[in-house]
């Protein structure tokens, strides 16, 4: 009967059958399976909590690094990463934990668990830049009943939240003007909160030979 010539385990009593002429948990223990691309490092933007992943603002959950680190595991053998755990941010850094499951020859997979530190480079975000630079498309202008204003002002800023950001909010007079950082989500929300709006569009210049338009959203409440 086989036996493994480092463990003496023979192949009858393991689980995975062998690799070569070893038990699949020592053919992985003497070889190194996978290694990790260095360095591990993501800008983040500590004022909203967002890292940039391939040019896209992200929150980094745990699945979203699992995903990172998969384009950095580098295996002669086939593998997936299932996230484990995931640390919140301290001193810029990240730890993030993995199971690699790998498809060794002649059937046998080995699970290998690894923790790895993501280094993060403070930054500031599109979003965040944009917002600190009073960036705006749309205003949301609500007039009428100033204790319904004041209401929908909470309601609105609460909605447009992560998705965008409200970069301005002005008290007039006549009602309160907000300041929208995306048009596509003060429409989303003023749809989503059932409000009817009349709806002017100002030229305000051009950008790569398109017309820049400014919103504004009447409200009457
Ligand atoms: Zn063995
Ligand atoms: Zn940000």
Redesign the pocket.
């Known amino acids: 009967m086989k ?7 023979p192949e009858s009593e ?1 689980d995975e059958p062998f690799v070569a002429a ?6 992985a223990s003497k070889k190194s399976l996978f290694e990790v691309k260095q360095p591990l490092e993501l800008e983040y933007c500590p004022k909203c909590g967002k890292a940039r992943f391939t040019g896209v603002w992200e929150r980094p959950n745990a699945e979203r690094l699992a995903m990172y680190l998969t384009g950095k595991i580098r295996s002669e053998y086939p593998f997936t990463v299932k996230a484990c755990g995931l640390s919140s941010p301290e001193n810029n850094q990240l730890q993030i934990e993995v199971e690699i499951s790998l498809e060794l020859p002649q059937g046998s997979t080995a699970k290998k668990k690894t923790t790895r530190t993501v280094t993060l480079l403070p930054s500031q975000c599109a979003s965040c830049s944009q917002r600190s630079g009073g960036y705006f498309e749309a205003i949301i202008q609500l007039r009428g009943d100033p204790a319904k204003i004041a209401r929908k002002t909470e309601l609105i800023k609460a909605m447009v939240g992560n998705e965008s950001f409200v970069s301005k909010t002005e008290e007039l007079k006549e009602g309160t003007d907000l300041y929208v950082g995306s048009f596509k989500v003060a429409t989303n929300v003023l749809s989503k909160l059932k409000l009817p709006y009349t709806q002017a569009n100002k030229l305000a210049g051009k950008k790569k030979g398109k017309n820049l338009y400014r919103r504004s959203y009447c409200v009457r409440l």
Do not use: T
């Open positions: 036996s493994c010539p480092s463990c003496g385990k393991c070893f038990c699949a948990d020592c053919f």
